[in-house]
């Protein structure tokens, strides 16, 4: 098996043992990048000899320890310092960031490789990474499908091998359903248990950076290095952070798991809901108990999202205009002109179309009607997730309503696009931590089963997907094939 198939612990272990060398590592996966990259297109930008000159520092100073060595991705909307981070957008085409992202910084402290930038909807808003203003990523089971989004680009990078593992960002779960799609882990965890600093907003209340990897034990291992409280991020949560490996336990004999009607309803392929009820009867057979429960507030997520989460990219966009940073229309014959040209020029459709409803829902006279509303709708979807988690340990649910979906299948259709995120949104709005774990196949495309805890519980979620995949051997499941 070459190295770029393996999983971080894996590596960690052999890195250990001075099996190997990170030049090793960092070697293969340039080598699977070469061969696969042209068809997934999961980066924005390559940096091939500053990983190179990483692993070979790294081997002259010795010491391999924890993530040391092991090469990752990260999606492009984490600021990197000398790093260009476009966030797939013209308007940030050529900038260079003079900052870290807190967990970048955190990374290289670990002496993390870093392979380049990722792919994604522009300004992380899309499901399905067709929004990146340079080019669609395409998935590894299938080129001719979505990898889902907005972290499209880490997803697939994972799922092909081109990196061990990636760090996204999740604002309605952009994290989860690519790692659906691509049948790899991915965790969003409680807002405000990573840091969001160096993160170039979308939704600041709705936004989160996870982890997308191989395997349950590496989830648990990156999120050691990122999670922690931040000063620089005033939504930072200050509270102990475990070490996460200590969850991975094979055991979930007694666990109480509830699993909401409403995600099972009409909009979710019967396939979908068969694979997910197969692996709810593996937890039961596992020893847990699976019920059947009840979130009655969960129809009214989807609007409730597309109109706060608007709302706040309408703000937090408001400051490319031009002046500071990012594109400018340097034709333009006035300051008014050069604002309105400017964003005309650098920002994509949808980013526009998400602008305008967010202003709108802001404006006077609709703030009340639209914004102040969904804000209440908000708080009902955490009253029912707390009120279920007083009888239940986890919850569980498909984690997209289909498989990957073929490319350009609906990018005319804004409503069906939406309606790809209904199983992931609520989790956002109540700030809760969620993952999606591989749990089987539909003609031959992978199924995510969706585990969403209690605040901070991070931990119970781990050993739930641990156990779930040590049962059923899911996490060697990669399409080493399907691309070359």
């Given at each position: 098996?070459?190295?770029?198939?393996?999983?971080?612990?894996?590596?960690?272990?052999?890195?250990?043992?001075?099996?190997?060398?990170?030049?090793?590592?960092?070697?293969?996966?340039?080598?699977?990048?070469?061969?696969?990259?042209?068809?997934?297109?999961?980066?924005?930008?390559?940096?091939?000899?500053?990983?190179?000159?990483?692993?070979?520092?790294?081997?002259?100073?010795?010491?391999?320890?924890?993530?040391?060595?092991?090469?990752?991705?990260?999606?492009?909307?984490?600021?990197?310092?000398?790093?260009?981070?476009?966030?797939?957008?013209?308007?940030?085409?050529?900038?260079?960031?003079?900052?870290?992202?807190?967990?970048?910084?955190?990374?290289?402290?670990?002496?993390?490789?870093?392979?380049?930038?990722?792919?994604?909807?522009?300004?992380?808003?899309?499901?399905?990474?067709?929004?990146?203003?340079?080019?669609?990523?395409?998935?590894?089971?299938?080129?001719?499908?979505?990898?889902?989004?907005?972290?499209?680009?880490?997803?697939?990078?994972?799922?092909?091998?081109?990196?061990?593992?990636?760090?996204?960002?999740?604002?309605?779960?952009?994290?989860r359903q690519p790692a659906s799609f691509c049948g790899v882990v991915?965790?969003?965890?409680?807002?405000?248990?990573?840091?969001?600093?160096?993160?170039?907003?979308?939704?600041?209340?709705?936004?989160?950076?996870?982890?997308?990897?191989?395997?349950?034990?590496?989830?648990?291992?990156?999120?050691n290095v990122i999670a922690g409280h931040d000063r620089l991020d005033?939504?930072?949560?200050?509270?102990?952070?475990?070490?996460?490996?200590?969850?991975?336990?094979?055991?979930?004999?007694?666990?109480?798991?509830?699993?909401?009607?409403?995600?099972?309803?009409?909009?979710?392929?019967?396939?979908?809901?068969?694979?997910?009820?197969?692996?709810?009867?593996?937890?039961?057979?596992?020893?847990?108990?699976?019920?059947?429960?009840?979130?009655?507030?969960?129809?009214?997520?989807?609007?409730?999202?597309?109109?706060?989460?608007?709302?706040?990219?309408?703000?937090?966009?408001?400051?490319?205009?031009?002046?500071?940073?990012?594109?400018?229309?340097?034709?333009?014959?006035?300051?008014?002109?050069?604002?309105?040209?400017?964003?005309?020029?650098?920002?994509?459709?949808?980013?526009k179309r998400r602008i305008m409803l967010g202003t709108y829902a802001?404006?006077?006279?609709?703030?009340?009607?639209?914004?102040?509303?969904?804000?209440?709708?908000?708080?009902?979807?955490?009253?029912?997730?707390?009120?279920?988690?007083?009888?239940?340990?986890?919850?569980?649910?498909?984690?997209?309503?289909?498989?990957?979906?073929?490319?350009?299948?609906?990018?005319?259709?804004?409503?069906?696009?939406?309606?790809?995120?209904?199983?992931?949104?609520?989790?956002?709005?109540?700030?809760?931590?969620?993952?999606?774990?591989?749990?089987?196949?539909?003609?031959?495309?992978?199924?995510?089963?969706?585990?969403?805890?209690?605040?901070?519980?991070?931990?119970?979620?781990?050993?739930?997907?641990?156990?779930?995949?040590?049962?059923?051997?899911?996490?060697?499941?990669?399409?080493?094939?399907?691309?070359?």
């Amino acid at each position: 098996m070459r190295l770029c198939e393996l999983t971080a612990h894996e590596l960690k272990d052999m890195l250990a043992q001075r099996e190997i060398t990170a030049q090793d590592i960092v070697e293969s996966c340039l080598d699977r990048i070469g061969e696969v990259e042209e068809n997934i297109k999961a980066f924005v930008t390559l940096t091939p000899e500053a990983a190179r000159d990483s692993a070979r520092k790294l081997h002259e100073e010795g010491g391999y320890r924890g993530l040391a060595g092991i090469p990752c991705g990260l999606k492009d909307n984490l600021c990197t310092r000398g790093m260009r981070t476009t966030c797939s957008s013209r308007m940030l085409e050529n900038f260079v960031p003079p900052y870290d992202a807190t967990v970048v910084s955190k990374l290289r402290r670990e002496k993390a490789v870093f392979m380049g930038k990722l792919n994604m909807d522009e300004f992380a808003m899309g499901s399905s990474t067709e929004n990146s203003a340079f080019f669609p990523t395409r998935n590894p089971w299938d080129p001719e499908r979505v990898p889902g989004g907005s972290s499209g680009g880490s997803a697939a990078a994972v799922a092909a091998g081109e990196v061990i593992y990636a760090l996204g960002s999740d604002t309605g779960g952009s994290i989860r359903q690519p790692a659906s799609f691509c049948g790899v882990v991915g965790m969003k965890p409680t807002y405000g248990r990573v840091s969001r600093y160096g993160l170039v907003a979308f939704a600041s209340s709705l936004d989160q950076i996870g982890t997308l990897t191989k395997d349950v034990t590496d989830c648990a291992l990156v999120m050691n290095v990122i999670a922690g409280h931040d000063r620089l991020d005033s939504t930072s949560i200050d509270a102990p952070v475990p070490d996460y490996t200590k969850f991975l336990v094979p055991d979930i004999k007694g666990f109480r798991i509830g699993y909401p009607r409403e995600y099972f309803q009409e909009g979710v392929d019967d396939a979908v809901k068969e694979t997910i009820n197969r692996a709810m009867l593996k937890m039961e057979e596992m020893g847990a108990v699976v019920e059947e429960t009840s979130l009655p507030h969960t129809e009214f997520a989807l609007p409730a999202y597309y109109i706060i989460a608007p709302a706040e990219a309408s703000s937090n966009l408001a400051r490319f205009d031009g002046v500071r940073y990012g594109l400018r229309d340097v034709k333009a014959e006035s300051v008014i002109d050069m604002f309105a040209s400017s964003r005309a020029l650098g920002f994509g459709p949808e980013v526009k179309r998400r602008i305008m409803l967010g202003t709108y829902a802001l404006s006077s006279g609709y703030y009340d009607a639209y914004y102040l509303k969904a804000l209440k709708v908000r708080r009902l979807i955490k009253e029912d997730f707390d009120w279920a988690f007083d009888k239940y340990d986890v919850l569980v649910t498909p984690t997209a309503p289909t498989v990957a979906f073929k490319l350009h299948e609906k990018t005319d259709n804004v409503l069906a696009m939406y309606m790809s995120d209904i199983a992931t949104i609520p989790v956002n709005l109540a700030g809760l931590p969620a993952m999606s774990i591989p749990c089987g196949f539909v003609n031959g495309l992978p199924v995510g089963l969706q585990i969403i805890g209690r605040p901070l519980e991070e931990g119970t979620l781990l050993r739930v997907a641990y156990a779930f995949e040590q049962s059923t051997g899911m996490a060697r499941l990669r399409p080493r094939l399907g691309v070359n």
